[in-house]
């Protein structure tokens, strides 16, 4: 999962309506057989069902329940009458039909019963469990529920539109926590905790200022990244009273919203009907909304619905001993390579974007599944929707039995269709290592790290100026072109980007730390490629120094929105670089071959200074040059100017649109940017 867990364990779319042309198109595609498992398989001879009704399939006449378990002998469906309750009021056998799909059908109006599953493997009743596809789960999500998905749609759902996306390049990502975001006091909103709290328009801290969903949109961003917000395990439901915390990434049930989000976990309805609120909300601001999801493995293995429906199945093996392989870090990885987890992968995320709008997918840990499932994801998805994002971690947490050739690693994104990975290499060349937390970076006065940002800033790709032999991590490019490569400088994983600067830098005054905050972040806004910011970082968000937060309560994890007024201009700096690189195409290049074209490093004579021209109004830029400088050193940079007078967009981070002209050679302050241009 998140490298810092495993260190501690170890040791809409655009289209509201879509048409009938389109979601044949996506069934079709769902039914093609999928090739053998390119890893070890002991389950190789179970059948593969094609068909795409597994699952709940309700009317008010008659409901079908499908689940897939070739290994059972028999399976009983259980009714209740609550979520949680010693309340079973009926038991159904099913029926065994063709590709080891179990059947059972219900007359009459079934709605808003609970149920659940129970197999029978090797002469053994296994634990009940929900089915695998279950749409509506109850409390704790421990039963599926048999429930009207019109009845959970809000009004105006039928207009709802996702924003349109021209490019991944056009994206500014903005990753958020649900928590996080209105778990502080001072937030001004009522649903802390909550999907409801991103539906809450005109919030205000205590000095006044736009918090919550305004704040996000007055920053300008375009898609908000959240944290796990499917059911996950680890936070107790009925217990909302009880301060808890988690990040997410211990998946229950993939294809239903997490309860404690919602203002009533117990009835499945409610939670669905809130998320697609918060997804209306945001689209309403113009804000797509991307799901990070965690196919790569469960929560538990033997408990889970997965295992005990189809016991290994859906995990990976080691052929040597037949124990379960780890390379999510997290006791298991899932098996994507097998027929019947891709089907699942495919179908799911087909359902979030059919049924809950949602606008793109990052996926953890995303080298665990391999290339073949991953274009597929592409391929169904963007027949939906052209404008969906699709990225992840392209590494794994530890080694799989799936041979790395047909991982979906950030070296093999070229082997890749429509995926984009996060770049570790101008993360850590900007600020240091992640790994330790005394490492420093171009932004923090690190020696030797200009080429790792010169890199990052021709978004990974081929270049002649770039010295591969220098960059930090690859010493090849990876990347066909710049909308593969995401570019940040901190996440949820980790320091926030001001806590790392200060524990690196402890010699370092308060005034200096903003100054290379400021640096990292204009570069990553400046870069080619897909810019991604952490929740907070524009106000200097603090952890406490604290490194890995996953369960750390709201305290250290929240988004104290008084700092937003205390870092007034932090803020304002932020949202200005955001709109300089929304309205200057020539920082959103869509092709690697543009890139070299247009973009060129000019000669300095400092190993912490990196300068480049941007030529001949590119991408059709409406100035004709732009020159972008950035000085990582403790001491003045001076910089040969090409030809001509030129004007300053950016000078010792303040943003200009005076007539002052430079010419001849520029002098530029420690640990700065500067930003000229030519008309």
């Known amino acids: 999962m998140k490298t810092t867990i495993i ?15 389109l979601f044949s198109q996506q069934l079709l595609m769902l039914n093609q057989p999928v090739q053998n498992s390119l890893a070890y398989n002991p389950y190789g001879n179970y059948p593969a069902y094609q068909g795409t009704d597994l699952g709940v399939t309700y009317s008010s006449g008659m409901t079908v329940l499908k689940v897939w378990s070739p290994p059972a002998e028999e399976m009983k469906l259980k009714l209740y009458r609550t979520s949680t309750g010693n309340d079973l009021f009926e038991e159904i056998s099913c029926r065994k039909d063709a590709d080891g799909v179990w059947t059972a059908e219900l007359k009459g109006d079934r709605k808003n019963q609970y149920y659940t599953f129970q197999a029978r493997i090797g002469g053994k009743w296994n634990d009940e469990t929900t089915d695998p596809y279950a749409k509506a789960v109850g409390v704790n999500g421990k039963r599926g529920e048999i429930i009207d998905l019109n009845e959970t749609n809000p009004a105006g759902w039928e207009t709802d539109h996702s924003p349109l996306l021209k490019s991944p390049v056009d994206a500014i990502l903005y990753e958020l926590h649900i928590r996080d975001l209105s778990a502080d006091p001072n937030s001004g909103i009522k649903n802390m905790g909550k999907f409801l709290g991103l539906t809450e328009t005109g919030t205000k801290n205590s000095a006044g200022q736009s918090t919550g969903i305004d704040h996000i949109a007055e920053m300008g961003i375009t898609h908000v990244h959240l944290l796990p917000a499917f059911d996950f395990i680890t936070v107790d439901e009925t217990k ?25 976990p117990e009835d499945g309805r409610v939670r669905i009907l809130e998320f697609k609120k918060m997804v209306m909300s945001l689209h309403q601001k113009g804000i797509g909304v991307v799901m990070d999801v965690v196919y790569n493995h469960t929560a538990r293995i033997y408990e889970s619905n997965f295992d005990l429906l189809v016991p290994g199945y859906y995990y990976r093996q080691w052929e040597k001993d037949g124990k379960y392989s780890n390379a999510s870090g997290c006791g298991n990885e899932t098996a994507s390579d097998r027929a019947m987890m891709r089907k699942f992968i495919l179908e799911s995320v087909s359902y979030w974007v059919r049924e809950y709008h949602v606008d793109g997918f990052r996926f953890d840990l995303m080298a665990i599944h391999d290339m073949e499932t991953m274009n597929l994801v592409a391929e169904t998805l ?42 570790d290499d101008i993360r850590d060349g900007i600020k240091g290592s992640v790994f330790d937390r005394k490492s420093t970076g171009f932004a923090s006065g690190a020696m030797g790290m200009a080429e790792s940002v010169k890199f990052g800033i021709v978004a990974a790709g081929e270049h002649p100026q770039i010295d591969y032999s220098k960059v930090n991590y690859s010493k090849e490019p990876w990347s066909k072109n710049p909308g593969e490569v995401i570019n940040y400088v901190s996440c949820h994983d980790n320091h926030t980007l001001f806590d790392k600067l200060k524990v690196s830098r402890p010699d370092a005054s308060e005034e200096d730390i903003e100054k290379m905050d400021k640096l990292a972040t204009t570069i990553v806004l400046t870069s080619q490629g897909v810019p991604f910011l952490h929740a ?4 200097k968000r603090s ?42 195409p020539a920082f959103r290049m869509q092709t690697n071959e543009m890139i070299r074209k247009n973009l060129v490093f000019l000669p300095v004579d400092d190993p912490q200074l990196v300068a480049y021209q941007l030529k001949e109004h590119a991408n059709n ?26 004007k300053a967009a950016l000078r010792d ?27």
């Open 382 to 423: 963007h027949a939906i929707n052209p404008s969906i994002l699709i990225y992840g971690e392209g590494w794994t947490a530890g080694d799989s039995p799936l041979p790395e050739k047909y991982r979906a690693l950030k070296r093999n994104v070229g082997k890749m269709n429509g995926i984009t990975v996060f770049s």
């Open 621 to 646: 830029d409406l100035w004709k040059q732009i020159l972008v400088i950035f000085n990582g050193a403790s001491h003045e940079g001076r910089v040969a100017l090409p030809p001509g007078t030129w």
């Open 536 to 539: 907070g970082a524009e106000m």
């Open 543 to 584: 952890k406490g120094g604290e490194e890995n937060t996953y369960k750390k309560p709201d305290s250290v994890n929240r988004i104290d929105w008084e700092l937003k007024n205390r870092n007034r201009r932090m803020v304002a700096y932020y949202r200005e670089l955001i709109a300089l690189r929304k309205t200057h």
């Open 653 to 679: 981070y303040q943003f200009f649109n005076d007539e002052k002209t430079f010419s001849g050679v520029v002098t530029i302050a420690p640990v700065s940017a500067m930003i000229l241009y030519q008309d």
């Open 7 to 21: 260190l501690l364990i170890l040791l809409s779319g655009v289209f509201s309506v879509f048409t009938a042309r």
């Open 240 to 264: 909302p009273e009880v301060p808890q915390y988690n990040w997410g990434y211990d998946p229950q049930n993939y294809n239903t919203p997490e309860g404690s989000y919602s203002t009533n």
